[in-house]
């Protein structure tokens, strides 16, 4: 008989576009988060390549138009505001023949849920507790709701994945610290530069403002070796992180880092790369940053789009053989992930070259690009 209930864990990107690609294909997805509701905050994510003709193949790319944000370049500037570079971001085509889309990341996470919450099953402000799996299906127990018991498992829950750990194995095993960690949050009021993402940089450390659409952002990204008594649910530990981080740097970071101090909406983990084996064990399987996690740098929120559009699609194809269906999805999708996972190290060192003369290197290399355009 084939599979027909799907558990998903994680109402994040890859979570609600795959819940709204299954229940298409005559699945019946639930879909279980930890938080209360969608998470609003994070740095604005782009909307391209490969998860464009999903976008529109689920009518949500006017509301996606509709939340993009005005940046139009990127200036970088030094510790007294002055501009040393400034380059444009000019959108660019896919192969759907229609331009990416920049978006705050929580409107795309609410344009998604709003497409799949009719045709899916959401419990939210809960976790999973234990899976137990047999040759027939997979026995769930919850922090809050009754056990139950689905056909297969999918472990949507990021880069400190639940459904991971339970079915995989330990976070250590397959996350590796790229060196770099970032905190982002929301900044209160008009900004100076409305189409300018400010970038200002000192040795190992970045600071960047972001227009976004009516509510700015900040992000503080900057090198470091693992902190070993790191928890990332502690925001008082990150705040004290980010501020040691950057007791010494100029420019507008002592007003931010004074926002810090009083903001309740701040992100901050980890950049890393999580890398497995094989994203399938029995009728459990990973998708988006829980399986292949390429944080920051490497197009999350696009990829998780496609993974979760090719998962289900590869569940419609091979309804009666969950695993068939498992490795078509993992194929297909590897070869999307791997490249990208590849490139962090380069991207790393564009955005938070770690001596002076690197950063006057990527100011020169930013001049030199624009003068040749």
């Not at 919450?117 to 939210?124: S, T």
């Not at 809960?126 to 922090?143: A, H, K, N």
């Not at 590897?334 to 991207?347: E, F, I, M, S």
């Amino acid at each position: 008989m084939p599979s027909k209930s799907v558990l998903i864990s994680g109402a994040g990107v890859a979570g609600t576009t795959l819940a709204y690609w299954l229940a298409r294909h005559g699945f019946q997805p639930t879909v279980v988060e930890r938080s209360q509701g969608l998470r609003s905050s994070g740095n604005p994510v782009d909307v391209r390549g490969p998860a464009l003709p999903v976008a529109e193949q689920m009518g949500i790319v006017p509301r996606l138009r509709d939340a993009a944000t005005q940046a139009t370049a990127m200036s970088i500037v030094d510790t007294s505001g002055r501009q040393v570079a400034r380059v444009s971001m000019p959108a660019t085509r896919s192969a759907a023949g229609t331009r990416e889309v920049e978006l705050p990341r929580g409107d795309l996470a609410a344009a998604l849920y709003e497409a799949a919450r009719d045709d899916a099953e959401f419990l939210f402000d809960d976790t999973i507790v234990t899976l137990r799996q047999d040759e027939y299906g997979v026995d769930v127990t919850f922090d809050h709701a009754a056990p139950r018991r689905f056909d297969l498992i999918v472990g949507a829950d990021g880069l400190h994945s639940t459904v991971r750990r339970l079915a995989f194995g330990r976070e250590l095993d397959f996350v590796r610290h790229v060196g770099l960690y970032v905190a982002t949050m929301p900044l209160d009021g008009s900004v100076d530069h409305p189409h300018d993402v400010l970038m200002y940089n000192t040795p190992g450390r970045l600071v960047s403002i972001h227009p976004s659409r009516g509510h700015a952002l900040a992000a503080f990204i900057f090198r470091s070796p693992t902190i070993t008594d790191f928890d990332y649910r502690d925001t008082e530990q990150h705040k004290r992180i980010v501020t040691n981080a950057y007791a010494s740097a100029g420019w507008r970071v002592p007003e931010l880092l004074e926002r810090l101090q009083k903001t309740e909406d701040l992100y901050f983990d980890s950049v890393s790369r999580v890398g497995l084996p094989a994203w399938a064990r029995g009728r459990i399987v990973l998708l988006g940053d829980a399986a292949s996690c390429v944080s920051l740098f490497g197009d999350g929120s696009s990829l998780a789009m496609a993974g979760a559009y090719t998962l289900a699609k590869a569940l419609a194809v091979e309804a009666a053989d969950h695993a068939k269906a498992f490795r078509s999805y993992e194929t297909e999708h590897r070869t999307l992930v791997d490249p990208k996972q590849r490139n962090v190290g380069w991207a790393a060192a564009l955005l938070v070259p770690k001596t002076r003369p690197g950063i006057a290197a990527r100011n020169l290399a930013a001049r030199v690009w624009l003068s040749r355009r």
